[in-house]
């Protein structure tokens, strides 16, 4: 400040300060700048007074609207300065965008809700790049939503008072250029319904959350998936278009739970209590460094523990062991006919896939409940003795499991699936 004050106490300048109002608690530099200059003059434009010494206050009133008449016309509307203003700045935006008799009594109306505040219609104008005027300001919005709030008046030079021929004591300021400025708000929102009808909403268009933890492209590309191979089949005329709402139901749980987890990392790591924030600091750090909370961490956070709970798409038994179903299943090496490959790789044709153990192969090729559907499965071979058989879902989720001789569940599944079973999908 003393720099400051030194370079401008005898120099003859007019400094302009716009748009003063967000920064009202910058007025006592105001007030010390001229207080130690002789020739300085200050011209501040601001929707709240500074109240300080030698404050002259000139109101600068609106723009002029147009009268609320019906049968005015668009070139008695354009002629208004409110009107006139927006038809400037959206042409800026909108090459080509003028004022005929469609837009003209919407546009009167914005000026009027706006009440001729230059800036707000300004910032009004500059939304019909992505909006047409009618949906500029859905409702009755007025015109302080459009303008940040001015903080109340206040007595911006007390600090600086004191007894006569005395400065008062203050906290240094320093006073620069900013190089970039922003707004940062958190936002936990999430759609009611993942379809309605032909309509189907995935990743940020159907929730919507913090970045903490990288989770919105992760659950984004898991809708995506979801949703991609059920849609095939659809369109394909292999499956009900009943099996679309299963999409809403199985990963409706998982962005909720992905609302709770991001905004718990957000409150965790913008806390302010300096006790909880110390507690924060030094256990967090120490209990990220032991393997147990690595693996649960990195099992969170890239989404492989999302388990889809029991349902037409998820056919649960009561045999132990894993995978269960609903369940991701890991990659693994898989033979396919005398290939040697890994199992995601198979998935990426778009079809389930049946992972036998070798040594019940032969015997389940030949089931005849599980014939009728050989076109739309994959059968890959896996050593492993004599676990169970399990069908997995082109997504990577086990949709059933079961034993040679004991295939109700896998054979139920790809019935009701394939051949439009009432029980193929019900959900949200």
């Known amino acids: 400040m003393e720099h400051l004050v030194s370079q401008l106490r005898e120099r003859q300048l007019l400094i302009v300060l716009d748009n003063f109002e967000h920064l009202l608690a910058a007025a006592p530099v105001v007030t010390e700048l001229l207080r130690e200059t002789s020739a300085l003059r200050i011209l501040v434009s601001s929707r709240s007074s500074l109240r300080v010494s030698g404050e002259q206050e000139c109101p600068v009133p609106p723009l002029a609207v147009p009268d609320p008449r019906p049968a005015a016309t668009a070139a008695e509307l354009a002629a208004c300065e409110s009107v006139r203003l927006f038809a400037e700045r959206a042409a800026a935006v909108v090459p080509g965008f003028r004022i005929d008799d469609e837009n003209a009594p919407v546009i009167a109306d914005i000026a009027r809700r706006l009440d001729g505040l230059p800036l ?5 104008a500059a939304r019909v790049k992505v909006l047409p005027p009618a949906r500029v300001l859905p409702g009755r919005r007025p015109a302080g939503d459009l303008l940040p709030d001015a903080r109340p008046p206040v007595a911006a030079d007390a600090a600086l008072r004191g007894r006569p021929g005395q400065r008062a004591a203050h906290r240094p300021v320093t006073v620069s250029d900013p190089t970039w400025l922003a707004t940062f708000r958190c936002h936990r929102r999430s759609a ?23 989770q919105g492209m992760n659950t984004g590309i898991i809708d995506a998936h979801n949703l991609g191979w059920k849609l095939a089949l659809v369109a394909a005329g292999r499956a009900p278009d009943t099996l679309l709402d299963s999409y809403g139901a199985e990963r409706g749980p998982v962005a ?3 609302l709770r987890l991001t905004h718990t990392l957000v409150r965790y790591g913008t806390m302010t209590h300096p006790v909880k924030r110390r507690v924060r600091d030094v256990t967090v750090p120490a209990l990220g460094r032991t393997a147990v909370i690595q693996r649960r961490a990195a099992r969170r956070l890239s989404q492989v523990y999302v388990a889809y709970p029991p349902g037409p798409l998820v056919r649960p038994d009561r045999a132990g062991g894993t995978p269960r179903a609903g369940q991701r299943v890991p990659d693994r090496e898989v033979r396919a006919g005398s290939r040697v490959t890994t199992l995601h790789s198979v998935l990426r044709s778009g079809r389930h896939v ?11 090729r030949a089931d005849p409940a599980l014939w009728p559907y050989r076109a739309d499965v994959d059968v890959v071979t896996c050593d492993g003795g004599t676990g169970p058989v399990v069908l997995v879902r082109p997504d990577g989720h086990a949709a059933a499991r079961g034993t040679p001789g004991s295939m109700e569940a896998i054979a139920g599944y790809l019935r009701d699936l394939f051949a439009g079973g009432d029980n193929v999908c019900h959900g949200a």
């Open 120 to 124: 707000a219609i300004e910032l009004a």
């Open 192 to 214: 009611s319904a993942y379809r309605r009808g032909r309509v189907l909403l995935a990743g940020d268009a159907v929730h919507i959350h913090t970045p903490a933890g990288g």
């Open 354 to 364: 049946l992972l036998v153990p070798a040594a019940h192969a032969a015997g389940l």
């Open 256 to 258: 909720a739970d992905v």
